[in-house]
């Protein structure tokens, strides 16, 4: 919400008059005549952009005043220049004074005219156009233009680039590819601006070119790089850097640039060709390779690239001053904030080297010795995590071509990554990022990839509603036959690790708990040595130690206070999303005996789960919605886990404690436990499904619920009476039993309130029922063919019979319908 004065000066931005608002422009229009412009001009200048922006009609300025205020664009002020643009944002040119791109508008170039000069190219030629002036600027002598005209035309051809690469020509991909060379490996190599030599008559004449300096205090022995630094920079030590910081984006879409014919001017591409291969800075090309500074292993290559086609040639001197930038990170550097540069430079340099390396197939084997060489001097420290992560990318591209063995790397990736910077927010983003981009390639090529889920899950564990968006893209190409229950435990077990992961971070910074003294009962449980086997399985880092472990109930013990901790419940909420995944998933790549091994997990841990609120109920809502699917899918599971079902069903106990999964049971077993599923489904094993699901019933209709239990729901008990009626329509001597059953729960209920029900609606429900299964009993028949219908009945397909006249009318029916 605005604050009341701002909606004040909105609402009378909006309501201001003509008259009005044309006094307002001359007065402004006066008032930046003056050479000296105060705070009296700002202020006029934001109230006039609130007043331009505060409507939804675009405005126009009268044409002095816009001249005035586009003046201003090349004030030294840059908070002239930035109420200026925003101003010439909100506003149509007056007529005859559209966008002009001359020569003019780009020798006064800063960042914002430029901004103002891309959001008024309103078409593809308009962009065409600016970017071919743009470039022609780039030619530009300093003596033409203010130093800083050429840094800012990198900036908006990148961002030209970005939105709509179409824009540019084989000829400005040409042009820009040169420029980037010569400013990428010919910068000057001495500092901006000379350093005194000392003595009194110091002067500028006295005054001496300084090379440049590596970070650790050296003299710089080679070309220019953005690590060397001085106490001032030349406009091509700046170009040098801008160059760098956009070669990988240019890399990487210079490709998607027009191959049709140029429809620019043919002079305007004859004059560009002309002072492009005239230029000052082309004449650095035949001194480069002779110069008489220190020429390092990089930079003595031969000279032959020149005679190279514009592209390759930017390849090879990017993977020159890639190679150079490696180099220069070696040096130990005098700053912290040097250090962080150098990593930086690091991963901007691997990826370009990837970059170049996929275009260019010969450069790999270059590139490899030098990569390996990197990473074998960073692998142990894992402050250049995130420098490794690109390493790790080059090796996951080009290690086959190269045959290098890449084990070495995915144990770092996979192993020591997860294990020790779960808690590194940067560090999980890039590499669950990593891993989203490159999902096929590794699966194929990377076996740990499938194998890593227990350690990956910690960056979920630890920090859920940051990364759970990257594990709902990446779940499924974790879930393989082999790693299935092991993965279903894992995911169940979340909370847990999610525990586990605070008290090892907090172990380290916690003094241990005196004996008789207050401290967390979780923290001294996961010091002691007696369960620090229960907490390493949680923390392993790679599946196949096997599925879960046996003291389940224990750790759940262990970890009890932990329950209501807030990495806890975040993690425990997005544990039901990642196992819907997971199952939908599992039904693909699992065969019928995996699926029955599931069947049973889900059974044995609806009972061990991590006391959280909320969250047990919502696990058995899932494995309530799955049984379901998987015994539609596969109606042999019933049969083949009927024991494990029946031991389900006849606990008493959890009619009143997971009344959801009891539900769907008891329903699974009523309707698929039939000889039509299954030909093994004998009479003894319906029978004996019978009387445990009798039994319950009876049980639970007899008596009042256990001391703290609540009455069973209405659902139970209705789906234990059709389950009953169902398997005693499959055998009919089972009839009188379920009968007598009913017309005695009839009875009893009409003798007033019972105690297993304490709802008078819910009662009646269940009694209402209870009839209707009665009276469809009286005919065995019947009560098969409803209870128990054919597929013909389930899933008719009238329509696909030829031998049925359903067929025919159908056809007969379209027939008359198109031809109205």
């Not at 006094?23 to 700002?42: D, P, T």
Request: include cysteine; aromatic fraction near 8%.
């Amino acid at each position: 919400m605005y604050a009341h004065s701002s909606e004040s000066l909105i609402k009378q931005a909006r309501e201001i008059q003509e008259s009005e608002l044309q006094k307002f422009h001359s007065r402004l229009g006066k008032l930046l005549q003056g050479k000296e412009l105060g705070h009296e001009a700002v202020d006029s200048l934001q109230r006039l952009h609130i007043i331009l922006s505060a409507t939804k009609y675009t405005r126009t300025l009268p044409p002095e005043l816009h001249k005035r205020v586009k003046a201003l664009l090349s004030s030294p002020a840059e908070q002239f220049q930035v109420l200026s643009s925003a101003v010439l944002r909100e506003t149509l040119p007056p007529s005859g004074q559209e966008l002009n791109y001359n020569q003019d508008n780009f020798l006064q170039l800063n960042s914002h005219a430029a901004a103002l000069l891309l959001s008024q190219a309103g078409s593809r030629a308009d962009l065409s156009s600016l970017c071919a002036q743009l470039l022609r600027s780039l030619e530009s002598r300093q003596s033409e233009g203010p130093a800083n005209s050429l840094t800012h035309t990198l900036p908006i051809l990148n961002t030209i680039l970005t939105h709509s690469p179409d824009c540019l020509t084989e000829d400005h991909v040409t042009l820009l590819s040169k420029k980037l060379v010569d400013w990428l490996r010919y910068a000057s190599i001495t500092q901006g601006g000379g350093v005194p030599s000392g003595g009194f008559f110091t002067g500028p004449r006295s005054r001496q070119p300084v090379p440049t300096a590596e970070l650790d205090g050296t003299v710089s022995g080679d070309f220019f790089t953005v690590l060397c630094v001085g106490q001032g920079f030349t406009e091509d030590q700046w170009m040098n850097v801008y160059s760098f910081s956009m070669l990988r984006h240019w890399l990487l879409t210079y490709h998607s640039v027009s191959n049709g014919n140029n429809t620019a001017d043919t002079a305007n591409r004859l004059q560009l060709s002309l002072s492009l291969s005239h230029s000052h800075s082309f004449s650095h090309d035949d001194r480069s390779e002779v110069d008489g500074s220190v020429v390092s292993m990089v930079s003595a290559t031969s000279s032959s690239s020149r005679l190279l086609p514009p592209k390759e040639r930017l390849r090879e001197k990017a993977f020159q001053y890639c190679q150079r930038l490696i180099e220069q990170s070696d040096r130990k550097a005098h700053k912290r904030t040097d250090t962080d540069l150098q990593k930086a430079c690091l991963v901007e340099a691997v990826c370009i080297l990837d970059c170049v390396c996929g275009e260019d197939a010969s450069l790999v084997y270059r590139t490899f010795p030098c990569i390996k060489a990197l990473f074998g001097r960073l692998s142990s420290d894992l402050s250049f995590a995130r420098v490794l992560l690109p390493i790790a990318q080059f090796y996951l591209n080009h290690g086959e071509m190269a045959a290098v063995d890449c084990e070495c790397v995915w144990k770092l990736v996979f192993g020591r990554f997860p294990a020790e910077l779960f808690n590194n927010q940067f560090l999980a983003h890039e590499l669950l990022r990593f891993l989203r981009l490159n999902l096929e390639s590794l699966q194929l090529r990377v076996p740990q990839y499938s194998h890593s889920f227990p350690n990956l899950l910690k960056f979920l564990a630890w920090d859920s509603p940051a990364v759970v968006d990257d594990f709902v893209d990446l779940l499924p190409s974790l879930v393989t036959a082999g790693t299935a229950v092991e993965l279903l435990h894992t995911l169940l077990d979340l909370p847990c690790l999610s525990a586990t992961l605070v008290l090892q971070v907090r172990s380290t910074c916690l003094p241990i708990s005196e004996p008789g003294g207050r401290g967390l009962l979780s923290l001294d449980a996961f010091r002691s040595q007696s369960f620090r086997g229960l907490f390493l399985f949680l923390l392993r880092g790679e599946a196949g130690s096997g599925d879960t472990i046996d003291r389940l109930s224990t750790l759940h013990e262990l970890l009890a206070e932990t329950a209501d901790w807030s990495r806890v419940v975040q993690c425990a909420q997005t544990v039901p999303v990642l196992l819907h995944i997971f199952f939908n998933t599992v039904i693909a790549v699992a065969d019928e005996k995996l699926l029955a091994h599931l069947v049973q997990v889900m059974l044995e841990r609806s009972s061990l789960l991590l006391n959280i609120p909320k969250y047990n109920k919502e696990i058995h809502r899932v494995f309530s919605s799955h049984l379901l699917r998987l015994c539609k899918l596969h109606p042999s599971l019933v049969v083949d886990q009927s024991h494990e079902l029946l031991e389900f069903a006849g606990a008493t106990a959890k009619v009143y404690s997971k009344e959801e999964i009891y539900t769907h049971v008891v329903w699974v077993l009523g309707e698929y436990l039939s000889v039509s599923c299954d030909s093994r489904c004998s009479v003894k094993l319906i029978t004996s499904c019978f009387e445990t699901l009798e039994a319950v019933l009876f049980e639970i209709t007899s008596s009042a619920p256990p001391p703290g239990a609540d009455c069973p729901v209405p659902r139970v008990v209705t789906s234990l009476m059709s389950a009953l009626a169902k398997l005693a329509s499959r055998s009919h001597d089972l009839i009188p039993r379920v009968s007598l059953f009913l017309s005695k729960l009839r009875t009893v209920t009409r003798g007033g309130p019972v105690a297993w029900c304490s709802d008078e609606e819910d009662l009646v429900a269940i009694v209402t029922r209870g009839e209707e299964l009665w009276s469809l009993l009286k005919a065995p028949g019947v009560a098969q063919s409803v209870l128990t219908p054919p597929a013909l009945v389930t899933s008719p397909q009238w329509h696909r019979d030829t031998n049925v006249a359903m067929l025919l009318r159908l056809r007969a029916l379209t027939n008359l319908t198109h031809s109205q």
